[in-house]
């Protein structure tokens, strides 16, 4: 870096370089008691952590205008219950959520296309108040409905299975 002229140009001390320490301390261990040694808690009401999963909101603009939702389905309750299928395809992966887990959690429940009677009747209580934090229990229940198998699949995958037969993608047991 330039510096005025008036300012001395050498001081005699040699430059720094880095050194290690005469002394090396001890390796860290967890020792108080709610320290988290073996990875995440998963499992019930934790979901499923993954990276970055709130970008899913992000995602859902583009689908505005693809939604076919029937008259008495609420689109804050649809967005929910899709968007925590999407984080926890997208957290099998590792990774943050893209357009493609949001296409297939709205796939798997029919709301891409004309769905089945069946499935209508089958979705609309599952999907009823799931946007209120007073039911998450619920969306972990619609969440959990929809098998890791299911998830694994592509998007084209599921589209072929759900014009087949619907009732494979999702799991009620």
């Known amino acids: 870096m330039a510096a005025p002229e008036y300012v001395p140009r050498g001081t005699g001390l040699e430059p720094r ?18 320290e988290v040694v073996t990875g995440q808690p998963s499992g019930g ?3 499923h952590q993954g990276p970055d999963l709130g ?4 995602l859902l ?3 505005d205008d693809r939604l076919r939702l029937v008259p008495g ?3 804050a309750d649809v967005d929910a219950g899709c968007c925590a ?5 997208s957290s099998l992966f590792g990774r943050a959520p893209v357009v493609h887990d949001l296409e297939i959690a709205y796939r798997v429940w029919g709301f891409l296309d004309d769905a089945p009677a069946g499935l ?3 979705r609309r209580p599952i999907f009823e108040g799931v946007a ?3 039911h998450y229990g619920r969306l972990r229940a619609l969440t959990a409905a929809v098998p890791e198998a299911t998830l694994r699949l592509t998007p084209r995958q599921v589209a072929d299975r759900h014009r087949n037969e619907w009732s494979s993608l999702l799991d009620f047991g």
């Open 85 to 89: 299928v999407a984080m926890k395809r």
């Open 120 to 122: 209508i009747e089958v």
């Open 17 to 34: 370089i880095y050194e290690s320490p005469q002394h090396v301390p001890p390796r860290w261990e967890a020792d108080r008691p709610s």
């Open 61 to 63: 603009p583009l689908f």
């Open 73 to 75: 389905e609420d689109r």
């Open 45 to 47: 009401a934790y979901g």
């Open 55 to 58: 970008y899913v909101y992000t």
């Open 132 to 134: 209120h934090p007073h």
